[in-house]
């Protein structure tokens, strides 16, 4: 059947979508979720099928094309494209097997990850691999298959050096922005650690959204081979690059859901480093009652898991488990945190120091890793020398930008200390209120919004001492975000 093209101007963020007048899918015998093969000239596109029942929408004769046809046939409005029925992917039927509890082979892994990167399987189809293999967790070979195959089709990081370093937390607490100190240590110390870091999804702010405040942190693959040989190490962000690129797809399907499949994370972390071609891993696996990890049973599960995964990729890979009952750092959100890590860098007396104590741990363990001795003292030393602090200033300019004091980062205009109202020792702080309220705020998308902390757990408070201040960029915003505190008890104090 020969139809017009129609440009819906609507991106699906990814599976190839087409949308077909119901009396036109009538004469083709289509239904939703059914696939078509559209074909202009010599080439061809599948896609999922959805049906228009209005003529309005799309009328009979022509079958409406979303951006991600539009961009890969090259077409325009108005072009006639000949539509046939296509066959489901193959990789339904193995998806289906894996939802029944049978284990996938090698091939049918493949092409499962073969399909989610061509853009073959609807949002759902996905949803249903993703729940399939929470519900039924792969096995150790499976997880080991689906790492290299996501690993497999996306591009690889060649720098031809060794060692290359890299860490990796698996997340779930405010702060916690140790890459943006690590990252300047290690490279400061003569190594390579090119880190890939990920935009916030639910929390306040991901890596690549507190070093976009100082530099870009978008670039093509070349682009960060360049940077990384000349400054030895930095910090961009993964989703830029086709590093592993299913596995951003399976995340954008995983968030909605608030799940976390355990052999997808572990599969999701390794392919990502496999890609940058490290050879010595650290991951950061944190515990706490609003963590990912929330007992050390299941910490000490991953983190067999990480190492029995690592020897299989001939990587050297160690797993820290650390405190993750509450945040990390005092600033919550991109600017106040990029500021937290200027003034460690800076040596400042603000800074904060559970921070830089957590990081020249991870620094000691990463430096322990390669044989050096006393990786702490030597952490501690880059640190004071400001050696760690002139690398980050040559990892900003590598990346566009340029040095930048603490004071000079725009934070959000509106402020709201929030005030003990009784005496006592801080007993607990609730993670998720944090990341709601700095999110209700305008975090990350605002970036002075956030939450900047004055009270740590097990410091003593004054009543009406402040125990933390709200910012925010837009008056709505910071009305909202003072209400929610005041209903949440955000504090436990004792």
Known sequence: MKLKVK????????????????????????????????????????????IAQSSKFVPKGKVGVFEEVINSLK?????????????????????KKKLDGQRLSKEEIDQ??????????????????????????MTTEETILLTKSMVRHGDVLQLNKRPIIDKHSIGGIPGNRTTLVIVPIIAAAGYFIPKTSSRSITSPAGTADTMEVLAKVTFSIKKMKEIVLKAKGCIVWGGSLNLAPADD???????????????????????????????????????????????????????????KIGRRLKKRVKVLI???????????????????????????????IDLEKKCLM?????????????????????LNSGKAYSKMVEIIKAQGGKETAAEDI?????????????????????????????????APADKGA???????????????????TIYSEGRHEFEYAKDVAKQGRVFVIR
Not at 27 to 41: F, G, Q
Not at 365 to 370: E, K, Q, S, V
């Open 249 to 307: 797809k399976i995340i954008a399907v995983e968030r909605p859901l608030e799940i976390d499949a355990e052999s997808q994370l572990l599969a999701s972390i390794m392919a990502k480093k496999h890609s940058v071609s490290s050879t010595h891993i650290l991951i950061d696996v944190p515990v706490g009652n609003n963590t990912k990890v929330r007992n050390m049973a299941g910490a000490l599960r991953l983190k067999k898991e990480f190492e």
């Open 7 to 50: 440009d819906m101007d609507i991106s699906s963020g990814g599976p190839l979508v087409c949308v077909i007048n119901h009396q036109d899918a009538a004469m083709l015998d289509l239904h939703v979720m059914d696939r078509i093969k559209v074909r202009k000239e010599k080439k061809t596109e599948t896609a999922v099928v959805d």
């Open 362 to 382: 991870m620094c000691a363990n990463l430096f322990g890793m390669i044989g050096i001795k006393d990786g702490y003292r030597k952490s501690l030393y880059i």
């Open 322 to 352: 650390t405190d993750g009952t509450q945040p990390i750092g005092n600033g919550i959100g991109p600017a106040l945190e990029a500021r937290d890590v200027l003034w460690l860098l800076k040596r400042d007396p603000r800074r904060p």
């Open 75 to 95: 077409l325009e409005n108005n072009n006639i494209v000949d539509i046939a029925i296509a066959r489901k992917p193959l990789s339904i039927e193995f998806i």
């Open 410 to 442: 725009s934070i959000g205009k509106f402020s709201h200390d929030v005030l003990s109202s009784k005496s006592g020792n801080v007993k607990s702080i609730d993670n998720m209120m944090i990341s709601r309220i700095s999110r209700i705020a305008g």
């Open 112 to 137: 499962i990850v073969w399909d989610i990167v061509h853009n073959k399987l609807s949002s759902v189809e996905l949803a249903y691999f993703v729940a399939a293999c929470y519900t039924n967790i």
């Open 450 to 468: 956030g939450i900047y902390l004055c009270k740590h757990v097990g410091d003593k408070v004054r009543r009406g001492e402040t125990l933390f």
